[in-house]
Nanobody
């Protein structure tokens, strides 16, 4: 199983970025997918998740600004991030798991597969 994130970078406050996560080695459509982030010195935290049926879930801190999506035909997941703030600065990770139930979507320890992360820095 391999998950590879891309699309991170430096952006000014109020700007936008689109993160991508390319998956291989899994039956992609059967997996719950999530985005997590980890700021320096802090614990990894939930950002967003998308279920097998494309239902989406967001942390309150990003709801209305971020949009998670998936393309099962391409084995890709995306995170469109708008109205970025300095507090969004972190390493962003994509994650996948085949057996999660909804109540576990926000718990990073429940995911079996992880990407290497991509840095997002929001600064003027």
């Amino acid at each position: 199983v391999q998950l590879v994130e891309s699309g991170g970078g430096l952006v000014q406050p109020g700007g936008s970025l689109r993160l991508s996560c390319a998956a291989s080695g899994i039956a992609f459509s059967r997996y719950v997918l999530g985005w997590f982030r980890q700021a320096a010195g802090k614990e990894r935290e939930f950002v967003a998740a998308i279920g097998r049926g494309h239902h989406t879930y967001y942390d309150d801190s990003v709801r209305g600004r971020f949009t998670i999506s998936r393309d099962n035909a391409k084995n890709m997941m995306y995170l469109q991030m708008n109205s970025l703030k300095a507090e969004d600065t972190a390493v962003y990770y994509c994650a996948a798991d085949q057996s999660l139930i909804v109540s576990s979507y926000r718990q990073y320890r429940q995911y079996d597969h992880w990407g290497q992360g991509t840095q997002v820095t929001v600064s003027s």
